[in-house]
């Protein structure tokens, strides 16, 4: 069975500071998946990573990809208040295109001034 | 075109009670899924059609809940004899597979039941 492991599961942080959180997957995919959700709301894509090394970045926020370690990171540069949020990243583990998606448990951040 | 849209947004029931939700997707896109999130975890996969078909279902589905797009458009998920255990956020999403971009899921608001 597929696992999706995020790390940490809760991280507070200064503002101006950087940080990474680490989403590990067990089984093979190179389609993986970021959203955002603030209390109470549904899923804000952030990001989409379709191949090995695949890299993007969106204002203070970069994600990565590396198939091979299964493994890819969302990078916070000088975070901001406003990035106070729940983070997902999902693994597709459909064949041929969008399918199901399997989430880790998410990563709440909290960015003090 | 604004996006997935759910109805209701809020629900409580009594348990016992069938509740059933429905979902309006993106208009041109033939995928559609149905996520079930409990408090401080996230989405689960629940089933998910291509047009009218529904192509899987998940194991959490038991035999008290069914889902339907007859006519491959909105869908609908009910739940019947509801149970405490039921009370999540159902989340809808949908996506265009077999297009230029056929990978991205798009959420939509979701409906809260609340079983009580």
């Known amino acids: 069975e597929l696992k999706v492991e995020q790390n940490p599961l809760f991280l507070s942080m200064q503002e101006g500071k950087n940080y990474t959180i680490y989403c590990n997957y067990s089984?093979?995919?190179?389609?993986l998946y970021w959203y955002r959700q603030d209390p109470g709301k549904s899923l804000e894509s952030l990001f989409v990573?379709?191949?090995?090394?695949a890299v993007k970045q969106e204002g203070r926020l970069m994600a990565s990809l590396d198939t091979k370690a299964r493994l890819s990171t969302l990078h916070i540069t000088a975070a901001v208040h406003d990035l106070s949020a729940t983070y997902f990243c999902a693994v597709d583990i459909g064949q041929g295109g969008s399918e199901k998606l399997v989430f880790g448990k998410g990563t709440k951040l909290t960015v003090n001034p | 075109d604004t996006g997935v849209s759910q109805d209701p947004r809020h629900k409580i029931t009594k348990r016992g009670q069938n509740v059933t939700f429905r979902c309006d997707p993106i208009?041109?896109?033939?995928?559609l899924y149905w996520y079930r999130q409990t408090l401080g975890q996230g989405p689960e996969f629940l089933t998910y059609?291509?047009?009218?078909?529904?192509?899987?279902k998940s194991r959490l589905l038991s035999d008290r809940f069914s889902a339907e797009r007859p006519k491959g458009s909105f869908s609908t998920l009910e739940i019947q004899r509801t149970e405490q255990g039921d009370s999540a956020m159902y989340l809808c999403?949908?996506?265009?597979?077999?297009?230029?971009?056929?990978?991205?899921?798009?959420f939509g608001p979701g409906t809260r039941l609340t079983v009580t």
């Open positions: 990573l379709l191949s090995n090394g």
């Open positions: 059609f291509q047009n009218e078909a529904q192509l899987e």
């Open positions: 089984t093979t995919s190179d389609r």
């Open positions: 999403a949908s996506s265009l597979w077999g297009g230029t971009s056929s990978y991205e899921q798009y």
């Open positions: 208009s041109e896109h033939n995928r």
